[in-house]
């Protein structure tokens, strides 16, 4: 049985701006730009169908730019089919502390810990709960960034999706002599 081709999509926004690449490095070049959202802080933006090369990990790199004031991103994005998995080990994920990370000058420079500012609840900070994206995902900076704190300029996010190897045919054909030649090894001792 063949498996099912992976595809990555996500719900999410960001104030201001952001583009979403996937890449197999830590750059980001435009032949590799999934997304963008141009506008400034408005209604949530998705994506669908975007094809996985099987058998390759890749990294998902979000720029976000805030033009002044406060800041944050927020999404869900889900892989469907087989063969891949976040950096949670599943076929989703949320923005959070945890499984991304974050930089100001650049993806390469992307290893701190985000700062949350609330989960995508009623009464979210800033501009409250976004349409379409899971209640669980967080709002997530590189820093502080509320009404007060926030400040122009890029915050560089980044986690990755990981290609999970099948069982080849010839390592399935190997395991299967093994369990043949013991089942022959403990028939002949009995």
Do not use: C, H, K
């Given at each position: 049985?063949q498996a099912?081709?992976?595809?990555?999509a996500g719900?999410?926004t960001?104030?201001?701006?952001?583009k979403?690449?996937?890449?197999?490095?830590?750059t980001a070049?435009?032949d590799?730009?999934?997304?963008?959202k141009s506008?400034?802080?408005?209604p949530?933006?998705?994506?669908?169908?975007?094809?996985?090369?099987p058998?390759?990990?890749?990294y998902?790199?979000v720029e976000?730019?805030?033009?002044?004031?406060p800041a944050?991103?927020?999404?869900n994005?889900?892989?469907?089919?087989?063969?891949?998995?976040f950096?949670n080990?599943?076929t989703?994920l949320?923005?959070?502390t945890l499984?991304?990370t974050v930089g100001?000058t650049g993806?390469?420079s992307?290893?701190?810990q985000p700062?949350s500012?609330?989960?995508n609840?009623?009464?979210l900070?800033?501009w409250?709960?976004?349409?379409?994206?899971d209640?669980?995902?967080?709002?997530?900076w590189?820093?502080y960034?509320?009404?007060?704190?926030?400040?122009?300029?890029s915050?560089?996010?980044?986690?990755?999706i990981t290609?999970v190897p099948?069982?080849?045919?010839g390592g399935l054909?190997?395991a299967?002599?093994?369990?043949?030649g013991?089942?022959l090894?403990r028939?002949?001792?009995s």
């Open positions: 049985m099912q081709a992976a595809t990555l719900s999410y960001a104030d201001d701006s952001l979403i690449y996937l890449s197999a490095d830590l070049t435009l590799e730009l999934v997304t963008t506008s400034s802080w408005g949530t933006e998705s994506f669908s169908g975007f094809a996985l090369a058998g390759q990990s890749v998902l790199l976000a730019y805030n033009v002044s004031g944050m991103f927020v999404g994005f889900d892989i469907t089919g087989d063969g891949f998995t950096a080990g599943t989703s949320l923005t959070n499984d991304w100001e993806f390469a992307a290893t701190a700062v500012l609330g989960a609840a009623p009464g900070q800033i409250g709960q976004r349409a379409s994206i209640a669980e995902a967080e709002a997530i590189a820093y960034a509320d009404w007060s704190a926030g400040r122009t300029g915050a560089f996010f980044v986690t990755q290609a099948e069982p080849s045919a054909f190997v299967g002599l093994a369990a043949v013991f089942a090894r028939s002949r001792r």
